[in-house]
């Protein structure tokens, strides 16, 4: 036996992976908090195609994953920002009256689903829904970059946003409703921390910057805490996995960071963009190569079934009858 098969046997056992998978784990977190660490944007949306593209993870447990894996990541980033004062708890708290039951509630409907008599056609909806939920989350990450960079240039600080600040109804209304449509969409797909939720408080909330920022970190850890809870319970998530790329995305995070402020920030979001098409990219074009398999399957599966051979029918060999055999 040789020094890597010991090495192999050894974690085998303990992790139930060989050395081959924790180190790709490794680099996928690496890579993933670098990007993170680069720009601050990109991390859910990076975290869905790499779970189901590369380690080839199903739909229901790759959210499971990812949301223990969004979790790790974002306790010591919601505890920087509660030391700088960046969280505005009260419209946190407000938006998590929504978020929480909505997304105890959808993560324990895909749970179940995933185990149901129509397990299969579940997962094969819910794959494609979370594949164009990232590319929506993708186009999101567009359309913040350039809208952040013409309020830059302008000078432009909203004040109450959308929902004013003098109408608090409205504002606790609002937040209620909008945290349950992202406690929706983080449930079932793991996607929605940052490009759904920083949106929302800048349009309709009129949070700062730094408010916007530490406020949907720290809802995005609730939320994914909770998500991971249901999906852990339900036996649907990889805990060693999420556990290791996160310890990945430590190094790559600092990495990132300490490049970020040598590098322009435009070229940089756009780098991160792109990566994160090519990896939208990746997803759709695997499901594809995915549907011309699943057909010849079911092709294969039918022809062997009419090549059985039925079996004769067998005779009655009651008392007193005569027996009846097939012609």
Sequence with gaps: MTFQELLDLMF???????????????????????????????????????????LKLGPVTAVGTASLYAFLTKIYASYAHFRLKTIDFATSGWFLVGAIPADIIVAWLVTKCAKGPDAAAFKAVLGSFIQWVVLFAAAMLVVNAIWKRERKKRGVESKGGLCGEGCQWLRRTSAIFFGAIVGAVIASTSVGGG???????????????????????????????????????????VAWTSIIMAAGSLGGVYAGSK?????????????????????????????????????????????????????AMEAITSPGEIPILEQ
Excluded: W, Y
């Design 12 to 54: 085998g056992g303990l992790l139930g992976m060989t050395l081959h998978d924790i180190g790709l784990r490794l680099v996928l977190g690496l890579g993933i908090g670098f990007c993170i660490g680069l720009t601050g944007v990109g991390g859910g949306v990076l975290v869905m195609p790499a779970l189901t593209v590369v």
């Design 195 to 237: 490009v759904l939720i920083v949106p929302i408080l800048i349009i309709f909330f009129g949070l700062s910057a730094k408010k916007t920022v530490g406020t949907s970190i720290f809802v995005a850890l609730v939320l994914t805490f909770v998500t991971s809870l249901v999906f852990g319970k339900g036996g649907t998530m």
């Design 259 to 311: 490049l970020s402020v040598k590098l322009p920030e435009g070229p940089l979001q756009a780098i991160v963009i792109t990566l994160i098409f090519i990896a939208v990219s990746m997803m759709f074009m695997g499901e594809r190569t995915k549907a011309p398999e699943k057909a010849e399957t079911q092709v294969r599966n039918a022809t062997l079934l009419e090549a059985e051979p039925r079996p």
